[in-house]
C-alpha cells in the first residue's frame, strides 16, 4: 500500500526534513507516527499525498509511483487518500452537509448518489442531525468528526490524520479514536501523527517514531516511548 525507499526530504529553505526513510505499510493497519515537535512525522504525511515532493528515493501509494507522477495524475492520488488536520479546515461558509457534499462533487457523482452518501458518513460519525448547521455552530469534536466524514466520503483506501486530536479535550478525543478505529475495522489503512501518550499506550497499533528525519522505532503493538 505505501512503500517509501530511502526517502529524502530537503526544504528550500536547506532544512533537511526527512533523511533515508525507508518503511512499508501493508492495506488495513493502523499506523501512529510519534516524535518530537520538527522530527518530521507531517513532511512524512506530506509526501504520501504528494502535498510535497521527494528530494530523493522511492515512494510508491496504491500501486503509483510518486516519484514518476506527474502533476496532472496527482488529483487521481488524492481520490483515493483522505485526510485530516488537526484544525479541521471545514470551509465556514458551507453546512456540514455542503463541506461533506463538496468532496463527492469534485468527483461529479450524481445528485441523488451525493445525497445518500453523505447522509451515510454523517450517520457514522454521529452527525446527521447536524446537517444544516455551519461549522461556527458546532464543537470543536463535532468539527473534527465532520472533516472525517469528509475525508471517508469518497471511500478512500487510506487515511490519514495529522494530529486530529490535538486541539481537543481528552474525552473528545476518545470519540474521534473511536470513529477512527471502526474506520480501519472496515478496512481502511488510516495513519495517524499523534503526541498523545494516552492514546498511543492505551489503542496499542503499529508505532513508527521519528527523531531527526530518521525511523529510528517501528513496533507492532508498541508503546509511546516518550516522555508526554
Ligand atoms: N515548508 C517548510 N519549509 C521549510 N522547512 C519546513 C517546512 N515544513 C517543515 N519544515 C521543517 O522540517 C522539519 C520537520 O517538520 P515537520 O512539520 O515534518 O515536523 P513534525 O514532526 O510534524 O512536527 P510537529 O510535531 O511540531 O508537527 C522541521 O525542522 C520544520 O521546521
Ligand atoms: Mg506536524
Redesign the pocket.
Known sequence: MIEMVDVKKTYPNGVIALNGVSIKIEPGEFVYLVGQ??AG???F?KLIFREEVATSGEIRVNGKDLVKMKWREVPMLRREIGVVY?DFKLLPKLTVYENVAFALEVVEESPRQIRSRVMDVLEQVGLKNKARFIPDELSGGEQQRVAIARAIANYPKLLIA??PTGNLDPETSWEIMRILEEINASGTTIIM?THSKEIVNTIRRRVIAVEDGLIVRDQYRGDYGYEA
Open positions: 515537535s520538527g512525522k507531517s513532511t504525511i488537526q495529522d494530529e501523527a
